[in-house]
């Protein structure tokens, strides 16, 4: 009788985890809300070309305001910002080393990284599809605490890219807060390949988000992802129990 109660008690743990990603998904799904919400964008950079000590850096940033409600998403650009990118536009037409950084900057926030930035709940659903959940525990997560989920992702690739990489590990931990939502997310992704049979390649990458609720929308927080500083401003429509961040910044 012990070994069959040891085998009801591991298939009972696989199925709570298994509840535990449901009921994830079931939250994100409900809360892809349509709120009209008014936010403003910073974006800046800096990159270097060349030698690490040596190499040129280039620096660029770009303000844009961002408006969604019924009836789309609107991205505003100030004068003052599109008149910076034409002085330098002209100066890059004169002396091509002086670069274009306004132009840079303001390719950066377009309406597809505006709209994955405003609505965080469809890219997390994207995210776990077909994840398997490995662990579920209590931690803390920067002084909140929270409920750990460590998963395994499946991220699909398309067939051409499928003739190079052999070997694609993605995994991620989310952590929810005391309402079941999610306040942060770490995902790494490793991969090895080979093209042409003689080049060899690894490659492995790990991204940070943040995030919080606006209404019925979670929205990611810019942090560590990419250097924005966003503003949101509280729209009318909300109800009281809203909580708007006031600012956040992504190093």
């Not at 009921?23 to 799904?29: I, T, V």
């Not at 892809?32 to 040596?54: C, H, I, M």
């Not at 729209?235 to 992504?250: G, K």
Request: hydrophobic share 35%.
């Amino acid at each position: 009788m012990a070994p069959r109660f040891l085998l009801l008690l591991v298939l009972a743990a696989g199925f709570l985890r298994a509840d535990e990603l449901a009921d994830l998904r079931a939250r994100l799904s409900r809360l892809q809300g349509k709120d009209p919400l008014r936010a403003t964008v910073d974006y800046s950079f800096w990159s270097r070309q060349g030698d690490e000590n040596k190499g040129k850096v280039i620096q660029g940033k770009a303000s844009v305001r961002l408006e969604e409600d019924a009836q789309g998403l609107k991205l505003v650009c100030s004068q003052a910002t599109l008149e910076q990118m034409r002085q330098e536009d002209r100066a890059n037409a004169r002396d091509p080393e002086s670069g274009a950084p306004t132009r840079q900057a303001l390719r950066n926030v377009n309406p597809a990284t505006s709209s994955e930035f405003l609505d965080a709940a469809d890219r997390l659903l994207r995210d776990l599809e077909g994840a398997v959940l490995l662990e579920v525990r209590p931690e803390r997560f920067e002084g909140v605490q929270a409920q750990c989920l460590a998963l395994k992702l499946n991220p699909k690739l398309p067939a051409q890219s499928r003739k190079y990489v052999k070997d694609l590990q993605s995994s991620c931990k989310v952590w929810l807060g005391p309402d079941g939502l999610p306040i942060g997310l770490t995902q790494e992704v490793k991969a090895k390949g080979r093209v042409f049979l003689v080049v060899s390649f690894e490659h492995s990458e790990t991204a940070e988000r943040r995030f919080a609720r606006l209404g019925n929308r979670p929205w990611t927080l810019p942090r560590n992802a990419s250097p924005l500083l966003a503003r949101i401003d509280p729209p009318r429509s909300c109800s009281p129990d809203v909580t708007h961040p006031s600012s956040a910044r992504q190093n």
